[in-house]
DNA sequence: GCCAACGTTGGC
DNA sequence: GCCAACGTTGGC
């Protein structure tokens, strides 16, 4: 099992909404990165464990966890010309676009802002945390993962 | 295949 | 709203 950090605009799509949607459970679509897809298609399995956390808001931070519950499969927005997400350049014979199926698993018992995150020199290796990292989802350790536990049972 | 121009992300 | 970082595009 891994662990991974997704990110995603809460005036878009936030932990609460996943938390209302049905069976609180969403498809995470619109990912339009190489890199990320390549995760997203290759490497991010059913049962793996995946932070929500805010970006672009105020202030941006780790809100709770999800789990994989479908592996990579096509984004169909990619082909829906209505959709924000639509992309010309991907056909079904030539997909270019990946998504996973994740589920709510539960709010932190407080908020941990990513100011609180870049104090913890144990943290200091997250890609989320290096300068210019753009990308929508990252790998977290197992160190990372369990440390980050510990932060919101603290307090 | 280089690289300038352009677009997007996201913290601040 | 600014702007640094960085991915993508497209002319050559």
Redesign the pocket.
């Known amino acids: 099992m891994q662990y991974w950090l997704f ?1 995603s ?1 809460p005036t878009t799509f936030s932990i609460d909404d996943l938390m209302h949607s049905p069976k609180q459970t969403t498809h995470w679509e619109g990912v339009r ?2 890199q990320v897809r390549n995760m997203l298609r290759d490497e991010i399995k059913v049962g793996d464990q995946a932070f929500f956390y805010h ?4 202030p ?1 931070g780790i809100a709770g966890t999800m789990e994989i519950v479908k592996a990579g499969y096509l984004d169909e927005s990619a082909f829906d010309p209505q959709s924000k997400y639509f992309d010309p ?1 991907s056909s079904r014979a030539k997909p270019l676009w990946y998504q996973v199926n994740v589920r709510f698993l539960k709010k932190l018992t407080r908020y941990i802002s ?2 609180e995150l870049k104090k913890q020199p144990l943290l200091k290796n997250m890609p989320l945390l290096r ?6 989802v990252t790998k977290v350790t197992k160190e990372e993962w369990e440390f980050i536990y510990k932060l919101f049972r603290a307090n």
């Open positions: 990110k605009e990165n190489y970006s672009n808001c105020n941006p350049k990513l100011e300068q210019g990292n753009r990308l929508s």
